[in-house]
């Protein structure tokens, strides 16, 4: 009922919650409910029956002692004792209270158990704790009705001591469900960030393999291009490197260099360099082959720029890297104006430059 009434979700943070995987039968909680003692609300006018809350609940529409007429026929909520001072007008009104304020009357019963430990004496709460840890022990079999004349014997001087206890039950409860959550949410950002680790990992391995196993031909995407080239024309000392790429798994290793022309600031300077890598010792130097530039236009293939040259054996730029990266570089100067690569619209509207290069070794 307190499902479908509160639409599904958990009154605390709102979750939806299922009847099925979300709710538990908490077996615990409803036998210390069962066993606390409460007096009719009618007392005053006379009823004094002592029930445990459910079977109260039951028991409070029916009662004879009851009255109607007027100014007489207020209810008080079962937790006016810790503090609740709602009166309610009719038994329905009070049962759709005691499930609607279930939260609040929790609160009550946590801040009055907290009074009550303050207040109390180091003798006292260890005597309570002491008759804690028997209080809810179930009687043991055989016990017949000597248990059950017992329990009623004491039902009339135990109602506060089932109180009290039962306070200190929730209140453990709650703090080992804080601690349980707290744990759980350490423990889950401690696997988020291990799974960032691994997927940043996992990127860097499959960019990897894509420039092992490219064959040859890679595509350069530049982001935010326009700002790179104004960076270049305030500072004509910098330049942008591609990531290595390979003819072959165990090919030759190369990268792109785009600047700004020496000669003329106007035009972009397209180059490739040779990098080390593992395979160098394997290979025939100095490399020999077809390095092809295309300058990718988004929209219109017709507009697409390409160059195609073939490497010099005599140069530097072609003989084996003895460093990281081959400080000589071969390719074009000059390769596009500036100006026509914004008018022409070569940046689209990503304002990324698309360069492809394909190096075949003869």
Known sequence: MWLKREGSCCPIDNRPLTADSDL??????????????????????????????????????????????SGHNSLHCSFENVGCRTTISSADQLASHLESNLHQHLNLLSMAYAKLMTSAKPSTMDAKAEEANTLWDPQPKGSGSTGSTAATAGDSNAGGTHWRELIRALYERVVLLEQKGHEQTIEMNVVKQQLEKSNARLERVRHELATIHCGGTYVWRVPNFREKLAAMKNDPLIMHYSPGFFTSQYGYRFC???????????????LIHLMRSENDVTLDWPFSGRISFKLIHPTDPQRHLKETMMSRPELEAFRRPRHELCPRGFGYTEFV??????????????DTLVLRVQVLCV
Request: glycine share 6%; net charge negative.
């Open 24 to 69: 538990f039968v908490d077996n615990f909680t409803r036998r210390e409910i069962e066993q606390t003692r409460l007096e009719c609300p009618h007392v005053g006018n006379g009823c004094n029956v002592v029930l445990p809350p459910i079977e109260l609940e039951n028991h409070i529409p029916n009662c004879s002692y009851q009255r109607t007429g």
């Open 256 to 270: 792109l260099r785009l600047n700004l022309s020496a000669k003329d600031r106007s035009h972009l300077a397209v």
């Open 337 to 350: 104006k500036v100006s026509d690569l914004l008018s022409i619209g070569f940046l689209g509207e990503t």
